[in-house]
């Protein structure tokens, strides 16, 4: 699909006021105010992230996946948190999450100021908004009231794998209310991601069987990743960035130029340039310079994916275990 600019504005527009037409439910700003004597619950929750940034800038990323992981399992419930034998957190996608000791951390100083009020989903939409603000994002609220599941199973966890198909991608979004241009900006939180050379090594050395490299990825930066990152022979636990390592810790829209040089590292990446139903889209963000507020726009729309409110589910008072 080829887009004039004039239609690839009046397609953002279209799709930026899909972006935020989405239903609030009994979700609101400012829920906490007075809820907490007088304590500022967000305040407590910025302070904590931004000392933890200081320390640990990668945190960002630890953050962003903690809420998908949790948001596209059975929506945004804090499932992903509690600890058990068969829980979410022991599903495969999930054993490389990190960010949960910030989030007890969190909870631990709001426990002691007002216990049994914040929630632990609520703690993790405010913490990954805080983190990415520090990582480069403008300023932006979150609403709050999310309430706490009482059920955390491995095999509800299945969560699109490095290697699916665009249309698939397209199709699970879909199926959280998300639609494609959603899915492309919440890609984009690849910008400060990383990932294990057993990843890609197929793409770098075998790619579908054929024991040479994948000819869609740029071959200067083939020859990189094969001498530089992830050499054959050498650990798998080996990490690249997902973005150029110059700006691995902010949040930008080099991720999407990097695609349109042919330098996406997982498949699902630069898959997104070869689909000509988000290639347009790819380019469109690569000039974009107003990335940074659509993504919040979407990381926004992510954290009300079927949210429980009301006297649905708990407020845990610890996030590890129900109440």
């Not at 405010?126 to 491995?154: I, N, W």
């Not at 997982?266 to 340039?273: N, R, S, V």
């Amino acid at each position: 699909m080829k887009c004039s600019k004039a239609l690839k504005t009046t397609l953002l527009a279209i799709l930026v006021l899909d972006l935020v037409a989405v239903s609030h439910g009994r979700l609101r700003y400012s829920f906490y105010n007075g809820r907490c004597g007088q304590h500022n619950v967000e305040a407590i929750i910025q302070s904590i992230v931004k000392n933890s940034f200081t320390t640990n800038p990668k945190i960002v990323a630890g953050l962003l996946r903690l809420q998908f992981h949790d948001c596209a399992v059975n929506g945004c419930d804090a499932s992903i948190l509690l600890d058990g034998p068969d829980s979410e957190k022991t599903a495969n996608p999930n054993l490389s999450v990190f960010g949960y000791d910030l989030i007890d951390q969190i909870k631990v100083v709001l426990e002691a100021v007002c216990p049994g009020v914040v929630s632990c989903s609520d703690i993790i939409i405010a913490a990954t908004r805080d983190a990415t603000v520090l990582a480069g994002l403008p300023p932006f609220q979150v609403q709050m009231g999310r309430r706490d599941s009482l059920v955390s199973l491995a095999s509800n966890v299945n969560l699109p794998s490095p290697d699916i198909s665009v249309s698939n991608a397209i199709q699970f979004f879909g199926s959280k209310g998300l639609n494609p241009f959603d899915m492309v900006l919440l890609l984009g939180a690849h910008t400060v991601g990383v990932c294990h050379c057993s990843v890609i090594n197929d793409r770098l050395y075998n790619y579908m069987g054929t024991s040479k490299p994948d000819p869609s990825m740029n071959p200067s930066y083939m020859n990189v990743l094969q001498n530089h990152y992830c050499p054959t022979g050498q650990a798998d636990n080996n990490y690249v960035y997902l973005d150029d390592p110059s700006s691995a810790l902010s949040i930008d829209n080099n991720y999407y130029k990097q695609l349109m040089n042919n330098k996406g590292i997982l498949p699902i990446d630069q898959a997104l340039t070869l689909d000509g139903s988000t290639r347009w889209m790819v380019d469109l963000l690569a000039n974009a310079t107003d990335f940074p507020s659509l993504f919040t726009q979407a990381l926004v729309k992510l954290g009300r994916v079927e949210v429980l409110t009301g006297r649905r589910g708990q407020i845990r008072r610890n996030c590890r275990r129900i109440n």
